[in-house]
């Protein structure tokens, strides 16, 4: 079955950094597109960041633009998203996301990951 396993989640001070991990299984994962979602209590879930493959496109949200980066490992089949110049305003569950490139109807989530920033 179809599985994205995150990790990397927790508390840290503003201005420090995490690196999140989402392992993926069960589906091709090179013919996904791959990304980060995240939720903060009373809010909508937002798109983060997104790449398409490892030397493919990405994009990300304007509110983490030049602190966050997407990056994934076909080999490993892991997706990953480096978090610096960390905020209160992060503060959130982050999801994974897998998007089929072909076939768009297939579309996963992982369970997320706490994110809280606070001094």
């Known amino acids: 079955q179809v599985q994205l396993v995150e990790s990397g989640g927790g508390l840290v001070q503003p201005g420090g950094s995490l690196r999140l991990s989402c392992a993926a299984s069960?589906?091709?994962?090179?013919?996904?597109?791959m990304s980060w979602y995240r939720q903060a209590p009373g809010k909508e879930r937002e798109l983060v960041a997104i790449i398409i493959s490892a030397d493919g496109t990405t994009n990300y949200a304007d509110s983490v633009k030049g602190r966050f980066t997407i990056s994934r490992d076909n080999a490993k089949n892991t997706v990953y998203l480096q978090m610096n110049s960390l905020k209160p305003e992060d503060t959130a569950v982050y999801f994974c996301n897998a998007r089929g490139i072909y076939l768009m109807r297939n579309v996963y989530w992982g369970q997320g990951t706490q994110v809280t920033v606070s001094s």
């Open positions: 069960g589906f091709t994962f090179r013919n996904y597109a």
